[in-house]
């Protein structure tokens, strides 16, 4: 392997420690984020060969792993919080179509429609948007995500999962997309007066990014010391004109 080729496959590590850094920095940004779900970068490993017949060996960015994990189910107080228990997602009526979300941080809008903390109607097992009106009582949730409201009529907050979860795709806010297939969600159960907590472990992404950072470092070691040598090259070569 020549220097050259060494310092292109240190750079190649080098970006991809990079990429895993910014990860890492996000889920440690999002510790304390309703319900977020951290990410974990997925390399693969991609072969060229060389001129001397073996195959050189760099990182591919591949693309990013999410943890679903629950995250702790904390007490609020407040009676338009709910948290999930299991694997449903909340399903939102945004501008750009329906969304998926944990985030059971819920508020009433002017029409007195259950939303989104965005202020998205959150959808009912009847695919319209839950209306409800305080001036008839208190707001009481069931775990099967039935909402009774004094003498109005129960409505029953959608929960939705699917076969594969690694095709949801993040777009912020809490928010998540798919072109997959809805399966309705029947084994969850939704606690009111709870919201799920992020499930990033702060101590273990810290240790990662510390980790990280020295590999990092050691590739940039690497890159310099290659560069210096490519120098001390050239500036040996005879010198014509």
Do not use: W
């Amino acid at each position: 392997m020549t220097t050259q080729t060494t310092g292109y496959v240190a750079l190649s590590h080098q970006m991809a420690l990079g990429r895993q850094l910014e990860v890492i920095a996000n889920n440690i940004a999002n510790a304390n984020t309703t319900a977020f779900k951290s990410n974990k970068p997925l390399f693969e490993q991609f072969l060229v060969s060389s001129s001397s017949k073996r195959e050189i060996s760099y990182v591919h960015d591949f693309g990013d792993l999410t943890s679903f994990q629950e995250g702790a189910i904390t007490h609020t107080g407040s009676p338009m919080d709910v948290a999930i228990k299991g694997e449903g997602f909340f399903v939102a009526d945004t501008p750009i179509g329906r969304l998926y979300t944990r985030n059971g941080h819920f508020q009433l809008d002017s029409e007195g429609r259950l939303v989104t903390a965005s202020g998205d109607p959150i959808l009912g097992s009847n695919d319209q948007p839950i209306v409800i009106d305080l001036a008839l009582g208190a707001i009481n949730i069931n775990q099967d995500g039935t909402i009774s409201v004094g003498d109005q009529p129960p409505e029953k907050i959608q929960m939705v999962t699917f076969a594969n979860t690694q095709e949801l795709e993040r777009i912020g806010s809490g928010y998540f997309r798919t072109d997959s297939e809805e399966i309705l969600d029947e084994g969850s159960q939704t606690v009111q007066y709870m919201l799920e907590s992020s499930n990033v472990e702060p101590i273990i992404e810290l240790t990662a990014m510390i980790a990280t950072s020295r590999s990092y470092q050691a590739a940039q070691r690497i890159i310099d010391t290659e560069h210096k040598l490519q120098r001390k090259v050239a500036d040996s070569l005879p010198k014509f004109g």
